[in-house]
């Protein structure tokens, strides 16, 4: 019997807008590209590369237009960074007995300072390692958020395999 896999790594980010109070105003779910770059990460953390140990994590998120190809190494225009301290991985058991591997990584942006609306298009996971030149692990381009100053953004990125 073949022991063929048929799950490939994918990443689905959650974007909540919330006001001061907590309320969710708006939330949106878009599924996103992994980069050469991530899935060279990946590879060498499998290989147990010490070089590719991740020293911290972050969602980056930016104002550029142009649709995610798999050789982006940056956004098109990074404006934001919020990072995750502590980010998980578990094992989900789905309903038809099957399981797979979800890495969460989860960041909020505070409110604007400022009374102008920010509007946001790009999104990514970008993963430092050491005093190296961060990478960017994924990327999404989605319709356009206003980020303002009486809401703040809270965004869940879920990468399984």
């Known amino acids: ?46 290989m147990g590369r010490v070089n590719a140990l991740p020293t911290r994590w972050s969602i980056v998120v930016g104002t550029g237009i142009n649709t995610p190809i798999p050789a982006d190494i940056q956004l098109g225009t990074k404006v ?8 998980k ?8 007995n099957s399981s797979l591997v979800r890495a969460t990584v989860t960041a909020t ?16 996971i970008q993963i430092l390692q050491g005093a190296a030149t961060p990478i960017l692990f994924n990327r999404v381009r ?13 965004m869940t990125w879920e990468i399984s395999f």
């Open 80 to 87: 934001d960074e919020a990072i995750d301290p502590a980010p």
């Open 142 to 154: 989605f319709e356009e958020v206003n980020r303002g100053p009486n809401m703040e953004m809270k």
């Open 1 to 46: 019997m073949n022991g063929k896999e048929t799950q490939g790594m994918n990443g689905v980010l959650t974007l909540e807008l919330r006001n001061l109070d907590g309320s969710l105003m708006e939330r949106r779910r878009v599924p996103n590209l992994i980069t050469i770059a991530g899935k060279q990460l990946v590879a060498e953390l499998l």
């Open 109 to 124: 942006l505070p409110p604007l300072g400022q009374s102008t609306v920010q509007p946001l298009t790009e999104a990514g």
């Open 89 to 96: 991985v578990e094992v989900i058991t789905l309903s038809d």
